[in-house]
């Protein structure tokens, strides 16, 4: 069994495949303060639970592949795979990494590795050219070539971050659930909010994704838009661009990145 572990700034996913099946997965807040101890118990709870895995931690593991965009989180996950799984092979995503993927940015080093990650899965699944969009703490835009190649992307503010913001800098708005509303034109102020944030994302992906197909392909209908992340099924339903939507894009792009590598170790 492969466990892949994607840890972004608010949230982090767990994946476990049997081959190129996810059979299981967990999804978890991240905690920069969490330590190597915390977070070994935290998995032997999540995984103790599991019918395919023993009662020990790392019992039926037999591979791990980890990507982060804290690096904190990463620090201490990368002490989790010395302690308590010793003996399993680890690719822990970060430069020296063998994605398959060509890197086409002034500086590829600072392309966080869950983007590269899902890149890398949109190749393998669809080809290029893509656009993955993916509904996390920040909405990230990244294109990639026909030919496979990582050529850059759009961030903007994620769905969370503005609804935060607006309870925050609002005199008389607050927090709300972020939910469809009866109608576009809301009949009381979180009715309204919810209209604003579904139908404006989807707006602002509609655009920013139309924009970006006329630069990557010369017909940019030949361009496969892959929606992915925690929140992507609020605007699926209202954007006209998305083709598919894949949940797990980073868990399998770690799968990949994991087979690709596991055999230099």
Not at 130 to 137: C, L, N
Not at 166 to 184: C, D, F, H, T, W
Not at 211 to 232: C, F, K, N
């Amino acid at each position: 069994m492969l466990l892949t572990i994607d840890v972004g700034n608010t949230h982090t996913v767990l994946g476990l495949f049997d081959g190129e099946d996810i059979v299981e997965h967990w999804r978890i807040s991240t905690d920069a303060r969490r330590t190597a101890d915390e977070l070994a118990v935290l998995l032997q709870g999540l995984m103790g639970m599991h019918p395919l895995l023993g009662e020990e931690l790392g019992d039926g593991i037999d591979g791990i592949a980890i990507c982060a965009t804290v690096p904190s989180v990463l620090h201490e996950l990368r002490e989790v795979t010395r302690r308590y799984y010793g003996d399993v092979p680890a690719v822990l995503v970060e430069p020296g990494v063998k994605t398959g993927v060509p890197i086409l940015t002034d500086n590829p080093k600072e392309v966080g590795a869950d983007r590269i990650i899902n890149a890398v899965a949109a190749v393998d699944l669809y080809g290029g050219p893509a656009i993955v969009v993916d509904f996390g703490t920040a909405t990230t835009f990244d294109a990639v070539s026909a030919r496979g190649e990582y050529v850059g992307g759009v961030i903007a503010p994620g769905i969370e971050i503005s609804v935060e913001a607006l309870g925050v800098r609002g005199a008389q708005l607050r927090k709300i659930e972020v939910a469809r509303p009866r109608s576009v034109i809301g009949k009381n102020t979180v009715e309204a909010m919810q209209s604003g944030i579904i139908y404006g994302f989807a707006g602002q992906v509609d655009g920013v994704v139309a924009r970006m197909a006329r630069e990557l392909a010369d017909d940019p209908e030949e361009v496969t838009v892959i929606a992915t992340g925690g929140l992507a099924p609020m605007v699926l339903g209202e954007s006209s661009v998305i083709d598919e939507h894949e949940p797990w894009l980073t868990l399998i792009g770690l799968r990949l990145v994991y087979e690709r590598n596991v055999s230099r170790m």
